[in-house]
């Protein structure tokens, strides 16, 4: 079954604890992307990949890393969790088009995160 | 990059249209205007997508006026299962990847 899978689907940790959060997809898709989405705010994007070893900063990369060595897995890594990053985060993936196209995303289960 | 602009809720009952807008004044040229849905605790799911004019698959539809700054989902005769929120994008991968979502249209469709 082509899908997107995220782990863990919940966390709860403490101030300052390493955490990374795994996504894999297995559609062979370039493009690959973490969201948080907060009450109020929709969806932000924090990083995203056009394929390995290519990643970028989205709208609020900030506190996250993420690293893209295969094409099927996008880790989101935070080195240093603060409460402000307690969310609910989406990995996303999709084919990488032409440059005049845009091709549906396809997101995993969500991974809610708090930190206490 | 493209900011979009929906309303923050809207009520429907069963049976009715539902027009949802999302405005985009800042739209470029490359960029394409693509809708998803999204339930509690699940990942968005796309709908639909187009370019310009109308789009029609089997869930909804999509209107694009000629000058593009804005694009309506309609959703016929929604039923309880519809409500959810549904978001706007505008882009493209000629912005590189970037992708900004609007805040989301929260629906809800009363028996």
């Known amino acids: 079954e082509a899908q997107v899978t995220q782990n863990p689907r919940y966390l709860i940790t403490v101030t300052g604890k390493k955490l990374t959060v795994t996504c894999s997809q297995n559609m062979n898709h370039e493009y690959m992307s973490w969201y948080r989405q907060d009450p109020g705010l929709g969806l932000r994007q924090i990083y995203y990949s056009m394929n390995v070893e290519v990643t970028d900063k989205g709208d609020v990369p900030e506190g996250y890393k993420v690293s893209r060595k295969e094409k099927r897995n996008f880790p989101l890594i935070l080195e240093s969790p603060s409460p402000n990053q307690t969310s609910l985060y989406f990995c996303?993936?999709?084919?990488?088009?032409?440059?005049?196209?845009?091709?549906?995303?396809?997101f995993g289960p969500g991974t809610r995160l708090t930190v206490l | 990059l493209a900011k979009t602009t929906q309303p923050i809720s809207m009520d429907s009952y069963e049976g009715q249209e539902v027009n949802i807008t999302c405005s985009h004044n800042?739209?470029?040229?490359?960029?394409?205007i693509t809708w998803y849905q999204q339930f509690p605790s699940q990942g968005p799911r796309f709908i639909i997508q187009g370019y310009k004019t109308k789009v029609t698959n089997e869930v909804a539809s999509l209107f694009i006026p000629a000058d593009r700054k804005s694009s309506t989902l309609s959703l016929p005769r929604v039923s309880l299962s519809d409500t959810a929120v549904y978001y706007c994008l505008v882009g493209g991968w000629n912005q590189g990847g970037k992708l900004i979502f609007g805040q989301g249209t929260e629906l809800s469709v009363k028996p």
């Open positions: 996303a993936s999709s084919f990488a088009g032409g440059l005049s196209s845009y091709n549906e995303q396809f």
């Open positions: 800042n739209i470029a040229t490359n960029d394409y």
